[in-house]
């Protein structure tokens, strides 16, 4: 199981790709909304990428749901433990 | 003729030009290399590698996108839509149009011959195998009206958009249709132009196996010779141009530079055979006529043609004949620029219409590079070996695509008031 810091790289990693952005410019207080605009598809992508690197299903009403990438990694914490 | 049109008809002027192109990535480099007859064809490493049959063709010289398009649009959009973005923001800047006071006036019309077909086949090979795995932006991405949509998302331009596709001559077809929207009112100002990228294994393959490529290898800088006795083919090409079209009188109203004049247009069709043309050349002949027609021209009017010119026999042959026709033979100073750039597909007639108005402004029509001696030399006055001067005048422009698809332009240089110093000064 990833730990809470490995998952949190990897999902700032995937929105910096997909948000065309630096993975600097992307921290836990980070909100996709608010910041970036983020579309539903740029969300997806995001999703898919998550799944694609976590090896996890991740329902992206789900992710929609997480204001921030804080909460989008405790919810990836979460699955990423119920699976264990 | 600041008045009116020659036909009576509203007055579309071309303000702004923009281009991505093999031969140069502003029109002045284009006209350069234009002038100097200079093939751009070369070989193209991913090809030679796959040890394709036609491992060469004409790439656009690298180009900064960054300062047009942003990384995170970047990875959604594929090489066209990026060549037609930044060539559309060219022409916008050459046209100083921004901000556009009536956005629901202004429009999008451009032309492609494969769209996003080279996208998808890369996302066939990268992920054919589990389709549930492609990017969510694939849609998007390779749908053919995506380059015209970007355009109106980015300048923000609510009037009509459309994407024509008439294979080889969408860009002619684009800026014809752009005109008459201006023409019949529903338009003031339209960016209007053509984009491809086809130069992928498949693509190239697939117009290698109609033999329609030119297959020689070991000279790529020699292969494009239009209407030269030894040619073999075309050579496929990559590229973009945009032209920013108004009317003419709000043109003037707001002090813009005007290049220019879209004086006619026409199109019509072989309806001979799926990508042969017509041998004796009767129905591109009669879009010429009638290009001519609308633009309120006698053949006598028209300084010089900048012909499709592919280096097909076929090609070649069947439009010499029709423009001995239309000119009863009396053929004007003929050039083909797809000697130096190839053929762009979609990107041929916009970079072909926004050149001819520049060489015809300039009084100045380019060398057929590669053109040494033609067999059709007969029927058309051909420009051999070093620029003509030309007094300036209207230049007809033609673009004929597989399908028999016929599209003709007539373009006028502006009278000498409404002309920018600078071009004066060249003159």
């Excluded at chain 2, 520049?358 to 067999?375: K, Q």
Aim: glycine content about 10%; hydrophobic content about 45%; overall charge negative.
């Amino acid at each position: 199981m990833a730990d809470r810091e490995q998952l949190a790289l990897v999902l700032r990693t995937a929105v910096a790709d997909v948000l065309g952005t630096d993975i600097d410019e992307v921290d836990e207080t980070t909100d996709l909304i608010t910041d970036y605009g983020v579309d539903s598809l740029e969300l997806m992508e995001i999703g898919a990428r998550l799944e694609r690197n976590l090896d996890l299903r991740i329902e992206i009403e789900d992710l929609t749901r997480t204001r921030t990438v804080g909460e989008a990694v405790d919810l990836l914490a979460a699955r990423s433990a119920g699976r264990a | 003729m600041t008045g009116a049109h020659r036909g009576g008809r509203v007055r579309v002027a071309v303000t702004g030009i923009g281009v991505r192109s093999p031969a140069g990535n502003t029109p002045d480099e284009v006209f350069a290399t234009l002038l100097a007859a200079r093939s751009t064809a070369a070989v193209v490493p991913g090809l030679a590698e796959r040890g394709m049959a036609v491992r060469f063709a004409c790439l656009v010289p690298f180009f900064d996108t960054d300062a047009h398009i942003g990384r995170r649009e970047a990875r959604q959009i594929d090489r066209p839509t990026a060549l037609v973005l930044c060539a559309a923001a060219d022409a916008v800047a050459d046209a100083a149009l921004t901000p556009v006071a009536e956005p629901e006036r202004a429009g999008v019309q451009i032309g492609t011959g494969v769209g996003g077909l080279a996208s998808m086949e890369a996302t066939t090979r990268d992920h054919g195998e589990r389709p549930s795995a492609m990017p969510v932006h694939t849609v998007p991405r390779t749908m053919a009206n995506s380059a015209a949509c970007r355009i109106a998302m980015r300048h923000g331009f609510h009037g009509e958009c459309t994407t024509y596709a008439t294979a080889c001559a969408s860009g002619t077809t684009a800026i014809g249709e752009a005109a008459r929207r201006i023409r019949h009112g529903e338009l003031d100002v339209a960016l209007a132009g053509g984009v491809d990228a086809p130069v992928t294994p498949v693509i190239m393959g697939g117009f290698h196996r109609l033999r329609a490529l030119s297959v020689r290898n070991e000279a790529p800088e020699r292969a494009s010779r239009p209407f030269d006795a030894d040619r073999d083919g075309f050579v496929m090409g990559e590229g973009a141009a945009v032209l920013v079209l108004e009317r003419w009188d709000r043109a003037r109203a707001r002090g813009a530079r005007i290049h220019g004049e879209i004086a006619g247009y026409a199109a019509t069709c072989d309806a001979f055979h799926i990508v042969a043309p017509r041998p004796d050349g009767e129905p591109a002949s009669r879009c010429m006529r009638l290009a001519l027609a609308d633009a309120g021209c006698a053949p006598a009017d028209i300084g010089h043609i900048n012909a499709h010119g592919t280096s097909t026999l076929l090609n070649d042959r069947s439009e010499a004949r029709a423009i001995a026709r239309c000119f009863d033979g009396h053929s004007p100073p003929v050039t083909a620029m797809k000697g130096v750039t190839g053929h762009l597909v979609g990107g041929s007639g916009a970079l072909e219409a926004a050149l001819a108005l520049l060489c015809a402004d300039r009084g100045l029509v380019p060398p057929v590079a590669n053109l040494r001696s033609s067999p059709e030399a007969g029927m058309v006055d051909l420009v051999v070996g070093a620029p003509r001067a030309v007094p300036p005048a209207p230049v007809l422009s033609n673009s004929f695509g597989f399908g028999g698809q016929n599209s003709c332009l007539v373009l006028a240089p502006a009278p000498a008031g409404d002309r920018p110093a600078t071009t004066r000064a060249l003159r």
